[in-house]
């Protein structure tokens, strides 16, 4: 069984950059797997903000970037907003027409 | 603006059946998969099943593969979920949304499915 891991939590000072990553049990994370990123904040419907790796959604400020970083893919966030407080999530495209859903990471702007 | 609205989430009797529904709307629907990902209180995101935009190919999560059934009517621009044999874990808010190069576009709200006796 696919599982993608993503950190639990993560805290960033406002102004600040952090990282998240996402990756997958037993392989590493590239391209293939067209790696999404999402974010929700609690109450309200995942909004997209990276798609393909490295592209930004239609209206994300740009301090959102994607990449591959190693083995994993990477949403980074540069100059962290207090609006930026929310729980992220990767997907993984596995082929087949299967995706898969990260745990999701808790960031918090403090 | 395009817009995806689901419908007929409510209370469902475990080992009952229940069917929700995303109209969509400004949207080329049947030009795209459209997927259904559920969501449990307190719980992260899971992709649940995707449809092809023809609606010949259909595919699901191993997690409810055999039970639950995802179609689509292109000619309403509406997307289904049959949910049979209805289970305590299947308790979630189901979110709909437009699949575009395997990632998901465009979310609906959600509507939220409750099994309880």
């Known amino acids: 069984q696919t599982v993608v891991t993503q950190e639990p939590s993560f805290s960033v000072s406002p102004g600040g950059t952090v990282t998240l990553t996402c990756g997958l049990s037993?392989?590493?994370?590239?391209?293939?797997?067209?790696p999404s990123w999402y974010q929700q904040i609690p109450g309200q419907a995942p909004r997209t903000l990276i798609y393909?790796?490295?592209i930004r959604s239609s209206g994300v400020p740009d301090r959102f970037s994607g990449s591959i970083l190693g083995n994993k893919a990477a949403l980074t966030v540069t100059g962290a907003q207090a609006e930026d407080e929310s729980n992220y999530y990767c997907?993984?495209?596995?082929?087949?027409?299967?995706?898969?859903f990260g745990g999701g990471t808790k960031l918090t702007v403090l | 603006e395009e817009q995806l609205v689901e419908s007929g989430g409510g209370l469902g009797q475990p080992g009952g059946s229940l069917r929700v529904s995303c109209a969509a709307s400004?949207?080329?629907?049947?030009?795209?998969?459209m997927a259904w990902v559920r969501q449990a209180p307190g719980k992260g995101l899971e992709w649940v099943s995707t449809?092809?935009?023809?609606?010949?190919?259909?595919y699901y999560a191993d997690s409810v593969l055999g039970r639950f059934t995802i179609s689509r009517d292109n000619s309403k621009n509406t997307l289904y979920l049959r949910i049979n044999t209805l289970r305590a874990e299947d308790t979630a808010v189901y979110y709909c949304?437009?699949?575009?190069?395997?990632?998901?576009?465009?979310w609906g709200r959600g509507t939220l499915v409750t099994v309880s006796s």
């Open positions: 393909s790796t490295n």
């Open positions: 400004e949207l080329s629907f049947s030009s795209y998969a």
């Open positions: 449809i092809s935009g023809s609606g010949g190919r259909t």
């Open positions: 949304a437009k699949v575009v190069v395997n990632y998901f576009d465009l």
């Open positions: 037993s392989d590493s994370v590239s391209t293939i797997h067209y």
């Open positions: 997907v993984l495209y596995m082929g087949s027409g299967i995706s898969v």
